[in-house]
């Protein structure tokens, strides 16, 4: 069993569609949970970082963790195409590693 | 601005020839990474440095080589012993140890072998 399971997609909706994206993971020593973005031919960058389970909100992104479950989700409220992309979950343990395990990412398509 | 510059941002490679892909960073982060991502893998770890004159072997390894000799910058060598080295290579940076674990990324180097 891999580390951080994350579904490949593709995933496509239309515009104002609520997104639900999500990653499991096996290593309950995981504190530190974020998601990155990657456009098409960039590099990642960080979009949401939480610390053990519980949810943080960002304008239209929430972040949720359930570490009980393994499971983390981001939550894209009335998505845009520019929220096209592709979709990384990331996490460490914090003690004394900081070396992250992503997931494979999920690619989202955005419809207008 | 700060931030990593990553070059060349597109390279052709003949098979049998090495190639060294450039990092420099001027966040004044401790540690510095290099990834490999291609299609439905996801980002691999090649090797990682967490300070100056120290670097260590991530999972992917086996035919390449870094260095580094100065806090900036964290070069990349793909050797010929990488069997299958076209791939987007992605340098990353981070604050290290006492940092909140974010990586920053640089726009990625996609190496491309004839």
């Known amino acids: 069993q891999k580390e951080v399971e994350q579904d490949p997609g593709p995933l496509s909706v239309p515009e104002g569609a609520i997104v639900s994206l999500n990653c499991t993971y096996s290593?309950?020593?995981?504190?530190?949970f974020m998601w990155y973005r990657q456009y098409s031919r960039k590099g990642p960058e960080l979009l949401m970082y939480t610390y053990s389970s519980g949810n943080k909100e960002d304008g239209r992104f929430t972040a949720q963790v359930d570490k009980s479950s393994k499971y983390i989700s981001l939550f894209i409220r009335d998505s845009q195409p520019s929220d096209s992309a592709t979709y990384l979950c990331?996490?460490?343990?914090?003690?004394?590693?900081?070396?992250?395990?992503f997931g494979k990412g999920t690619k989202l398509s955005v419809i207008p | 601005d700060g931030g990593i510059t990553q070059s060349p941002k597109y390279l052709f490679r003949k098979e049998g020839q090495n190639v060294t892909l450039s990092c420099e960073q001027n966040l004044n982060h401790d540690a510095m990474y290099w990834y490999r991502q291609d299609p439905g893998q996801g980002l691999r770890l090649i090797y990682y440095?967490?300070?100056?004159?120290?670097?260590q072997k991530g999972d992917i390894a086996e035919g390449y080589s870094v260095s580094r000799e100065k806090k900036e910058s964290f070069p990349l060598t793909v050797t010929s012993a990488q069997k299958n080295p076209t791939a987007f290579y992605l340098c990353?940076?981070?604050?290290?140890?006492?940092?909140?674990?974010?990586?920053?990324f640089g726009e990625g180097s996609r190496l491309t072998v004839l």
């Open positions: 990331a996490m460490f343990t914090g003690a004394g590693s900081y070396q992250l395990t």
């Open positions: 290593n309950s020593a995981f504190q530190y």
């Open positions: 990353a940076s981070s604050h290290g140890t006492g940092g909140t674990g974010e990586l920053f």
């Open positions: 440095s967490q300070i100056v004159n120290d670097f």
